[in-house]
């Protein structure tokens, strides 16, 4: 989307007969070069348009956060394993006498460890902010209805995760600062006051002022991550957008993000059960029934054979979690971008050139034409 402007609100008009009750002039339907109409959306086609694009475009929407989920996990273990082989010693002898552990043992597996939780935290943004920029990526060519080939998302999406990760961090710090404040109150009239039950009282009264005011400034900015992909926008602009874009529109912006959280919970249960029925019951390992381990790894020799199958089971059932929410609430909350952009600033009418140009003879439809959704 390289310019705001001059997006029409709907498509090519003319009439046609068979009005309802009788001849008359009626509108033809919007146009649907892709998987949504060109013109204001309603719940069922922002709801059908994700589920359409995922359909559609499976291969770089769910290859692409495959990708990303696996290379997140594969690090985050790795990164474990050498801060367990760099603290094996040290963990042998905690578990050896674990009433008298020494504070530099302690210290040493606390610095490895997490060392390796920020660095996986770090990996993390990175891979979330990979993942809904190709998301939002890939529906820029699922609304005109063209093919979405891996390697151009790939590199569409690359090249606008710094954008996106800048509006994470953003967008993560602007709702954590009524939690930030309400802590800081917390402390200093925890401080001031000799009575812990009316500060606790207190401190629940300022949460439920706390807590509405973080989803209000989360769905105020929901829109940033498709305004970061679909525009180019920086980091800060992102945010001004989808702060312009929701005003006005707060309420049906957060229910429709509310139902499709509430779609993301059902699904994952639905992904989960089968999963639950097929783990084998756990068997308790009673220590002192039997000697005690000399070490880590004889410790793990010991439980992770009864516990190896329901592992398994349910690292492949939280991928399978993962790869859905990962791409249907992206999907879901640049849709309802589009939908406002469409019913404030014309979009519709440019995105109906832009799927013409991509039809047209000769005319592939690639980014940087007009309509173009970058």
Do not use: C
């Not at 210290?107 to 190709?134: D, E, K, Y």
């Not at 710094?162 to 402390?187: D, E, K, Q």
């Not at 679909?230 to 049906?252: F, I, K, N, Q």
């Amino acid at each position: 989307m390289s310019d705001s402007s001059g997006w029409g609100p709907s498509g090519p008009s003319g009439p046609y007969w068979g009005a309802p009750g009788g001849w008359g002039w009626m509108p033809p339907p919007p146009p649907k070069p892709g998987v949504i109409p060109l013109a204001p959306l309603g719940v069922d086609h922002i709801l059908g348009g994700a589920f359409g694009t995922m359909r559609r475009y499976a291969k770089p929407l769910f290859g692409l956060t495959f990708v990303g989920v696996v290379v997140l996990a594969g690090l985050t273990l790795g990164l474990e394993y050498a801060a367990y082989l760099s603290t094996k010693s040290r963990l042998d002898r905690m578990l050896a006498a674990p009433r008298s552990i020494e504070w530099t043992d302690l210290r040493t597996v606390l610095i490895a460890f997490g060392t390796v939780w920020v660095v996986g935290m770090v990996v993390s943004l990175v891979a979330s902010s990979f993942i809904q920029a190709s998301s939002a990526a890939t529906l820029h060519d699922a609304v005109l209805g063209r093919r979405a080939h891996v390697g151009t998302v790939w590199k569409r999406a690359w090249s606008r995760t710094p954008s996106v990760l800048g509006v994470t961090l953003l967008l993560g710090l602007t709702v954590a600062i009524p939690m930030i404040v309400l802590i800081v109150l917390f402390a200093l009239m925890a401080a001031a006051s000799n009575d812990p039950f009316a500060s606790f009282g207190l401190f629940l009264l300022l949460l439920l002022v706390a807590v509405p005011l973080m989803v209000w400034l989360f769905v105020r900015f929901s829109f940033a991550p498709a305004a970061a992909v679909l525009e180019g926008a920086s980091p800060v602009t992102a945010m001004r957008r989808s702060a312009r874009l929701v005003r006005g529109a707060w309420w049906r912006t957060f229910g429709i993000l509310l139902l499709g959280g509430l779609i993301t919970f059902i699904v994952s249960l639905v992904i989960n059960v089968p999963f639950q029925f097929a783990m084998p019951a756990p068997q308790p390992y009673d220590l002192s029934s039997a000697q005690e381990p000399a070490s880590v790894t004889e410790l793990y020799a010991r439980i992770l054979p009864d516990m190896g199958r329901s592992l398994v089971l349910s690292t492949i059932a939280g991928i399978f979690v993962q790869l859905f929410s990962l791409v249907f609430m992206p999907l879901v909350s640049s849709l309802l971008y589009i939908d406002q952009r469409i019913r404030r600033e014309g979009l519709a009418d440019v995105l109906v050139r832009a799927a013409a140009v991509t039809e047209a003879p000769g005319a592939p439809g690639t980014p940087g034409t007009p309509g173009s959704v970058e």
